[in-house]
């Protein structure tokens, strides 16, 4: 989560609620609406097969538009691509990376 936590923190700017976020995001007191959001991107990450309308419509009633909840989808999915990427080549993010946009990733 190192690369991800830089643009996390960027987006935040709270370090306390990334490390709750980090630690366990179900218990980390983010606003409903977050949180709904979060659990279709686990179940989406995780169990793409079962996502259903019933989510669709959760994050509907959560105050998503549905543009939104297609940029959701988008990025759930671009992060599960580009991690596969990152993992299958065996790619570290590098030391001397400073937090912020720059952070890349390089091969062992």
């Known amino acids: 989560m190192v690369h991800h936590r830089r643009g996390l923190r960027r987006l ?10 980090e630690h366990d995001w ?8 977050r949180t709904a959001m979060l659990r279709c991107a686990v179940k989406l990450t995780e169990t793409p097969a079962a996502t259903s309308d019933a989510d669709i419509d959760a994050l ?4 998503f538009s549905d543009r939104d909840i297609l940029d ?9 691509y580009a991690n596969r990427i990152a993992d299958g080549l065996g ?12 952070a890349q990733a390089t091969a062992r």
């Open 91 to 102: 790619l570290e993010t590098e030391d001397w990376i400073p937090d912020g946009p720059a």
């Open 12 to 21: 935040i700017r709270n370090d306390e609620l990334v490390d709750a976020v």
């Open 72 to 80: 959701i989808t988008e990025v759930v999915g671009y992060y599960a």
């Open 26 to 33: 179900t218990t980390a007191g983010m606003s409903p609406k």
């Open 60 to 63: 509907r009633e959560a105050g």
